[in-house]
């Protein structure tokens, strides 16, 4: 697949956008695509990674990041889905300790979806429903999702084909031998710093590495990595194996990662608000993170995963890739990793994202739960587990 190239950096703070038309989105009753570019870009430093930024300075990128860097944009469903009002609530009290934890964590919106009709809404941080906020690694689930569109599509075999068969670059890396099914489930074996605090990491460099002309800047990083142990045998949490998995989603369908989200994701949920998706500085959008969604479309993709997907993945896609295919055993009971999804204790599964952003999913409930927040850290186990407490309050005064 022919890659656009970027020239300038693509995380940096920078100003206005222009937006000029292309064909991705050529396809009947598939949302048009269109190249999203700042006119002013800083240079990419990983020190200045956004991963560093201030409060105030995260919480204005994290609504717009369109106008700070490079990306593809996707123009709502032809027919948005509904989210009709519920006739159910919840108790004043549940409702109270929802506010106060989202005052607390600064939360700028959170959703309630029982059997697809809003139960609770509610915003902060000055954001509102027609507003669109960043997923950071929530998109690891979008990018998941595409691979299941893939492999149904016919473009990838199965999951256990040689991630080398489709990226030929790869051979001789550590990613030799490694399957697309081992980088769903990030146990590919290869050694990754994802320090959230270290600007020397991994997760804070790999973006930032110099392109080499025809070769995408996922290769480029990838050929720097070392093996640590055998392929299927350890899980570490490793951001550019979801880029990969973009990658190679990307070289299997010939479609950038947003004009595949257009035709399998955003048409088929009926999202309201289209979809900003971020390029790295190859011009691939970066499958690990950063597209831009309102909340509502938020809930409407754990709806979509709930309702199994509307025939656009594998029959029982989400149940396999929503379920514990790795399991954190004695240290963390009842908690595991699919393909790309964090899974709790009851069955229950979600995207999340640092800063304070997911999606948790309760499929014996028909539930849904979306929050966008701007955590004074990228990671915190504070806010993490006081929102996995939200949902099971939620699920308890919903029960059937």
Not at 305 to 330: C, D, I, Q, R, Y
Request: one cysteine or more; charged letters at 20%.
């Amino acid at each position: 697949m022919k890659r656009l190239l970027i020239s300038t950096a693509a995380l940096a703070l920078a100003g206005c956008v222009s937006t000029d038309t292309d064909t991705l989105g050529s396809a009947a009753q598939t949302p048009t695509v269109t190249q999203s570019t700042p006119e002013h870009m800083a240079s990419l430093d990983p020190s200045d990674s956004i991963l560093f930024w201030s409060d105030d300075r995260r919480s204005e990128a994290f609504r717009d990041m369109q106008a700070h860097f490079p990306g593809l944009e996707v123009a709502p469903a032809s027919v948005p889905r509904p989210l009709p009002r519920s006739t159910q609530t919840l108790p004043d009290t549940l409702q109270s300790s929802i506010r106060t934890y989202m005052t607390s964590s600064h939360a700028a919106g959170l959703m309630v979806l029982k059997d697809g009709k809003i139960v609770f809404e509610d915003y902060g941080l000055g954001f509102g429903p027609s507003g669109r906020w960043t997923s950071f690694s929530v998109a690891k689930s979008f990018t998941s999702t595409l691979l299941g569109a893939a492999i149904k599509d016919g473009f990838i075999e199965s999951i256990d084909t040689p991630v080398t068969q489709i990226i030929p670059a790869l051979a001789g890396t550590a990613y030799e031998g490694v399957t697309v099914g081992q980088i769903a489930t990030m146990t590919s074996g290869v050694a990754w710093n994802e320090d959230y605090s270290d600007p020397d990491s991994d997760v804070a460099k790999m973006l930032g590495i110099t392109p080499v002309a025809g070769e995408s800047q996922v290769v480029t990083y990838a050929r720097t990595l070392q093996r640590e142990a055998p392929a299927g045998e350890k899980w570490v949490y490793k951001t550019l194996e979801t880029n990969l998995l973009g990658l190679i989603v990307e070289e299997a369908t010939g479609k950038s990662l947003a004009a595949y989200a257009a035709e399998k994701i955003v048409e088929p949920a009926g999202f309201e608000g289209g979809l900003f998706w971020m390029q790295d500085l190859t011009g691939g959008n970066i499958g690990g993170c950063c597209l831009s969604l309102r909340l509502a479309d938020y809930a409407r993709m754990g709806q979509f995963a709930l309702e199994g997907g509307k025939g656009v993945v594998p029959e029982g896609w989400f149940v396999t890739a929503g379920s514990p295919l790795v399991n954190f055993g004695p240290q963390a009971p009842g908690f595991g990793y699919g393909y790309q999804w964090w899974t709790y204790p009851g069955g229950n599964y979600g995207a999340q994202g640092i800063f304070g952003q997911a999606i948790t999913i309760v499929p014996k409930e028909k539930l849904v739960v979306a929050v966008v927040s701007n955590w004074e850290t990228a990671t915190s186990r504070t806010d993490r587990e006081g929102f996995r407490e939200l949902v099971g309050k939620i699920t308890e005064a919903l029960e059937e």
